[in-house]
Structure formats: structure tokens, C-alpha cells
């Protein structure tokens, strides 16, 4: 499961008439920690934004994201499931975050909607909110080799070296005088 991280970064612009401006932004960065958030923010907003200061991190509770192509307005939707107590019998309502991207409130509730339409469970959409990300960083694995592929080679080469012991031990034992 995802990890995803509220981050809030300002900068100044100059504006035609001289002055500075300092603007403020949301990025939302799927990362292991805090300190990975920070890293990625400046590895991903390094080339657009040459000089920002992090103003914030704190993580976001999100179920799922849906992510369409044709929109960059992001949406914080409330969805409510409702499930039913084994034990007792009683209802309960699990409320989850989710956001998606679209041009309107409308559309974001579409979207919510069709991208749930296959849930066995009941549920209900009780909150759209507008956002102020700009842009999502999902976690995207390295290309690199990593410790775990390295171990699993050496294992491989070791396992290819077992059959031949075994059989030099089976040899050595039936060349080996039985004791009667």
C-alpha cells in the first residue's frame, strides 16, 4: 500500500513590474518516509523550480487514487462503505479518501463512481472538495539491480553446486566398508 505525503513548497516569481511574488504550491509524492518525500520533491521540482523552500510535509490518509489523462484539477472525495459486523450483525460505515483528477465536481463524482462500479460492497459518495495539488509523484521502482536480485544470483549458484555434492557424498558412502 502506497505511503503518500503532503507537501507545500513557496518560492518567489517576478512579476513584469518588478517586484517579487511568493507563490505557494501542494504536491502530493508517494514515498517510504518523510525524509524520502523531501528528497523526491527535489529531485522531481529541482529542474522546474530552481530555488523553493519546503514549507511543509505531513502525510495524507488516501484509499485509492484515480488518475485520468484529460484533467489537472484534483478532488478529495469522502466515499463510505458500508460493511456488515460478522459477530452482530450490525452495520458499520468505513469511510475512505480517495481523490481523482476531472474538469468538475460533477465529473469527479462520475469518475468515483465508475471506477468503484465493479465493488461488491454498498457504497456512498457523501464529499467532493476541490484540492490545491498541482501535480501527484507515485513511487516509480529504480532500474538498478537491488540487493534482493543480487542475493537471489548468489542463491541460484549455490543451488547449482547442491546436486553435485550430494553425489559426491552418496559415493563416498557406498565406496565406504560397512561395520557388521
Not at 529542474?47 to 502525510?59: C, Q, R, Y
Request: proline fraction near 4%.
Amino acid at each position: 500500500m502506497a505511503l503518500w505525503f503532503s507537501c507545500k513548497v513557496k518560492y518567489a516569481i517576478q512579476q513584469e513590474n518588478g517586484k517579487q511574488l511568493m507563490k505557494s504550491e501542494q504536491y502530493l509524492v508517494d514515498a517510504l518516509s518523510f525524509t524520502e518525500a523531501e528528497a523526491r520533491l527535489y529531485t522531481e521540482l529541482g529542474s522546474t523550480i530552481p530555488e523553493f523552500m519546503l514549507a511543509s510535509v505531513s502525510k495524507m490518509n488516501l484509499a485509492d487514487i484515480f488518475h485520468y489523462d484529460d484533467a489537472e484539477t484534483w478532488y478529495k472525495c469522502k466515499v463510505v462503505y458500508v460493511s456488515v459486523d460478522e459477530k452482530t450483525g450490525k452495520e458499520k460505515k468505513v469511510p475512505n479518501v480517495m481523490l481523482v483528477n476531472a474538469h468538475s465536481v460533477k465529473e469527479a463524482h462520475e469518475r468515483i463512481e465508475e471506477s468503484l462500479s465493479t465493488m461488491i460492497v454498498p457504497f456512498e459518495i457523501t464529499d467532493i472538495n476541490l484540492t490545491a495539488i498541482i501535480e501527484i509523484f507515485p513511487y516509480v521502482a529504480d532500474e538498478k539491480p537491488t540487493v534482493q536480485s543480487k542475493i537471489t544470483e548468489e542463491d541460484e549458484g549455490l543451488k547449482a553446486s547442491i546436486p553435485s555434492a550430494v553425489s559426491a557424498f552418496e559415493n563416498e558412502a557406498t565406496q565406504a566398508p560397512e561395520n557388521s
